[in-house]
């Protein structure tokens, strides 16, 4: 028992490192650093499916992992059915010290990408799949989001309709659908945006859902209206890409988008961050973000009522 504790303490203080590492943007600082047009880790963002994807101090765990994989995904499809009451599918495991990171799609709604962890004793090669666990809220905030996204809906197609004409007109595009299921672990997502939420707001929705997880979009919309949150409570980070690996982050083009969010009045009430990448993106971390990324984020983050 306290071999397990200790495993499951050093995987919550690397998890916590990286989390420390988190810019506003939600992508670690240090990531500039890594990043310049000659890293062979650098790949474009339309052959990015994942692939690639590392934790620290994962190549042991991640090996021991790989060949339990069947008793891993039945574990924590076990964990997410039991404390949370949903249906998930594994779509990736990545190792990391201490542990195995799972990350996973719920079926269905509501729809949302999170991850859970695996504890794994290296010394025995044992895998404490009756120990599975999540970071503090990291669950609980992507139901919540996808909760939210069934609430607005229609205020949300808004954006989504805007967001995917934009790629076919622009010289713009997003992540993969297959990257988005292997390395995202951001709640409601598409491959142009994430979500998050911050306070207890939206709390109501999820004791909702957990008292009744075969709620309707039209009973949850029915407990849960605009005026209920303020809009700083949930942000949409719009994260894109230059569609040409050799195109710079188009300042213009930036610029035409962040005025198109402030004039929309259909849109979900929230903040919202804008992030306009060039064409590459760190396989290793799954993170575009760079020097010449150009944002719109905290503390100006477009507040829409």
């Not at 905030?141 to 989504?160: P, R």
Request: hydrophobic share 35%; proline share 3%.
């Amino acid at each position: 028992m306290e071999r397990v504790f200790i495993i499951c303490l050093a995987f919550f203080l690397f998890l916590a490192g990286c989390s420390n590492l988190q810019s506003e943007n939600g992508q670690p600082d240090s990531a500039k650093a890594e990043h310049n047009n000659k890293d062979d880790r650098l790949v474009s963002v339309q052959d990015y499916t994942g692939e690639g994807y590392t934790l620290r101090d994962g190549n042991k765990t991640d090996k021991i992992a790989q060949e339990n994989k069947e008793e891993i995904t039945e574990a924590v499809e076990k964990f997410f059915l039991e404390k949370y009451k949903t249906e998930v599918i594994v779509h990736n495991m990545v190792g990391a010290s201490g542990g195995v990171s799972v990350y996973v799609e719920s079926i269905g709604e509501p729809h949302f990408y999170t991850f859970a962890i695996v504890p794994i004793d290296i010394s025995q090669k044992k895998i404490h799949t009756d120990k599975v666990w999540s970071q503090e809220g990291q669950v609980e905030n992507a139901i919540k989001t996808a909760l939210f996204a069934m609430v607005f809906d229609k205020e949300i197609a808004v954006l989504d309709k805007y967001l995917e004409e934009l790629s076919k007109t622009e010289p713009i595009t997003g992540r993969t659908q297959e990257a988005l299921k292997r390395v995202s672990a951001a709640g409601y997502a598409t491959p142009f945006y994430y979500t998050n939420t911050t306070g207890d707001e939206f709390d109501i929705l999820l004791d909702h859902y957990l008292e009744n997880p075969n709620v309707s979009a039209n009973e949850i919309k029915n407990i849960f209206t605009s005026e209920m949150y303020t809009a700083n409570s949930i942000t949409f980070t719009i994260y894109l890409y230059m569609k040409e690996e050799n195109l710079e982050p188009d300042n213009e083009l930036f610029e035409r988008i962040l005025s198109d969010i402030v004039e929309m009045e259909e849109l979900p009430k929230a903040a919202y961050s804008v992030i306009l990448n060039d064409n590459l993106i760190n396989k290793k971390s799954g993170i575009g973000y760079k020097d010449n990324s150009l944002k719109r984020a905290t503390p100006n983050k477009i507040i829409k009522e």
